[in-house]
């Protein structure tokens, strides 16, 4: 009676049942699978690497993602310029007749020592050239119903930067009411009401564009130019009364792999299976010399576990690494965050300032107001890449429970400047 033949892995011979090790090494489709295997694991470690600031990434490492490699350098000098102001009596630069841009900064007193509305000030303003810093109307907003009460408001440094050093000049009913928010700590309903009266009062200077900015940010060097050349291109493409706001700040960690795009992923991903499969198929009928080394198995090799296992790989390096923001002016009508300053066009103020009147006793952040009222009103919104400013406030302005959130609002790509 004839045995039937045993299935071995490697070459087999009827009359060698033994089990070769020799043939396993020179088969092809344990090469290439090896070779995967070893390729897979050093990219990984490569991402491990390079990819370790980047907070859309499985490899993400805090330690060194809120480093401040720039920051620093940048909140320095604009410390060493409000320090300069401080020991001199010369007035602030007149601004010219009609000013291009005002600049409102609502400013709280922060319950520990460090008040950063210094820093953001400093920024915003070291740098500029004579001919900017005229075209600038400048106006610090004392957000207190007792001015005293802010650290700054007797400072020097203040009067000599700035054009209008902004108090609540308001009825007594409104007044009255401002006093119950801060007693009773309502953060939302004061701020709201700080927002459209800053807005207001920047509106009464005839400015052309109305920026405003929290008092915790860092302005990078050149965000003036950078911003007057942005908002002509964007004023060429969209009236000013189609678009809401220029974004000076956002935050990339909102920017990954949205499970909303779910479908997208897998389109490209089966699209990328079968480019795959198709070349390989192709390079087989086209060259009869590599149909051996194309074998089945390899071709199962190829498409059915290198190419899930890169791209997973793909996924995990993160969207803002493997899809960046190219420089310049993009559309950001979804996944912005957070309200740490926006330009205005003029044209659209008026209105906006009419809704935040409406929303001050709504339970409304100022950025979800904007987004919000920008998409039943299907306003445009854009961001100017990379990030104008950077969020430096550790310790929340909205007091206690807060401090966690605003320590990690953060632009990640501001630190490369």
């Known amino acids: 009676m004839r045995l039937k033949p045993r299935v071995v892995l490697g070459a087999f011979n009827e009359s060698d049942t033994v089990f070769s090790w020799s043939s396993i090494s020179r088969s092809s489709t344990t090469w290439l699978l090896s070779a995967v295997v070893v390729l897979w694991f050093l990219t990984y470690q490569y991402c491990r690497l390079v990819y370790s600031r980047d907070p859309t990434s499985y490899f993400f490492d805090a330690t060194h993602g809120y480093e401040r490699r720039y920051s620093a350098h940048r909140e320095q000098e604009a410390y060493e310029f409000i320090t300069s102001a401080n020991t001199t009596s010369a007035l602030p630069i007149p601004t010219q007749q009609t000013p291009l841009m005002c600049i409102g900064v609502a400013t709280v007193a922060r319950s520990s020592a460090q008040q950063y509305v210094r820093g953001t000030i400093g920024s915003l303003l070291q740098g500029l050239h004579e001919e900017e810093r005229r075209s600038i109307y400048l106006m610090p907003f004392i957000a207190h119903t007792k001015p005293k009460d802010h650290p700054i408001s007797h400072e020097p440094w203040l009067a000599v930067v700035s054009n209008r050093i902004l108090e609540y000049d308001v009825s007594d009913e409104d007044r009255s009411r401002l006093e119950q928010f801060e007693e009773g700590h309502h953060f939302r309903n004061k701020s709201m ?225």
């Open 193 to 417: 009401y700080d927002y459209g009266y800053l807005l207001q009062k920047c509106h009464e200077t005839g400015a052309s564009w109305i920026t405003m900015v929290e008092d915790d940010v860092l302005a990078r060097a050149g965000w003036y130019t950078e911003a007057r050349h942005a908002l002509e291109r964007t004023r060429l493409k969209e009236s000013d009364t189609q678009w809401l706001y220029l974004r000076m700040f956002y935050t990339e960690g909102l920017l990954g792999w949205n499970s909303e795009e779910w479908v997208r992923y897998l389109g490209w991903s089966l699209v990328s299976f079968l480019i795959l499969l198709a070349v390989l198929v192709g390079v087989r009928i086209k060259s009869p010399r590599l149909q051996r080394s194309l074998s089945n198995l390899n071709v199962i090799v190829l498409c059915f576990i290198a190419l899930p296992a890169f791209i997973v790989l793909y996924f995990m390096a993160g969207r803002i690494s493997m899809q960046p923001m190219a420089p310049g002016i993009h559309k950001m009508d979804r996944f912005g965050c957070c309200s740490q300053g926006f330009i205005f066009p003029r044209a659209i103020v008026p209105r906006l300032i009419d809704r935040t009147r409406k929303a001050m006793h709504e339970d409304y952040y100022i950025d979800m107001l904007l987004e919000r009222w920008a998409d039943a009103e299907n306003l445009k919104r854009y961001v100017l890449v990379p990030s104008m400013l950077q969020h430096v406030g550790a310790k929340s302005s909205k007091g206690w429970g807060y401090d966690q959130s605003a320590g990690t609002t953060w632009n990640f790509g501001f630190e490369d400047h």
